[in-house]
Nanobody, 121 residues
């Protein structure tokens, strides 16, 4: 069973930045990974994904503000979040072992526990 552990969340004022990290227990699931988020009372949604070939996919709401990246040596996935807005407030989840470059939850096999990001105005 692959384990994913997120870190780097917290509280920040609007316009600020946070860098989320996700460490995987193995390297095989690193090849296709993504970040999702779930705001209170809303469904979980895709934020950014990264496939085996390094191709990326971003949700329209975060394009130009968020950057997904990966470090195989550290078995880690990152999400650099800049120009944060109150509407970015959510629990952020790392997910891995996707079978394609997609935002669809069903294509991801493993999930982290999630980490809270709160952006105040």
């Amino acid at each position: 069973q692959v384990q994913l552990v997120e870190s780097g969340g917290g509280s920040v004022q609007a316009g600020g930045s946070l860098n989320l990290s996700c460490v995987a227990s193995d390297t095989h699931s690193l090849y296709c990974m993504g970040w999702f988020r779930q705001a209170s009372g809303k469904e979980r949604e895709g934020v950014a994904t990264l496939d085996t070939f390094g191709r990326t996919l971003y949700a329209d709401l975060v394009k130009g503000r968020f950057t997904i990246s990966r470090d195989h040596a550290k078995k880690s996935l990152y999400l650099q979040m800049n120009s944060l807005k109150p509407e970015d407030t959510a629990v952020y989840y790392c997910a891995s072992a996707c079978s394609r470059l997609t935002m669809e939850i069903a294509y991801f096999q493993y999930w982290g526990q999630g980490i809270q990001v709160t952006v105040s105005s």
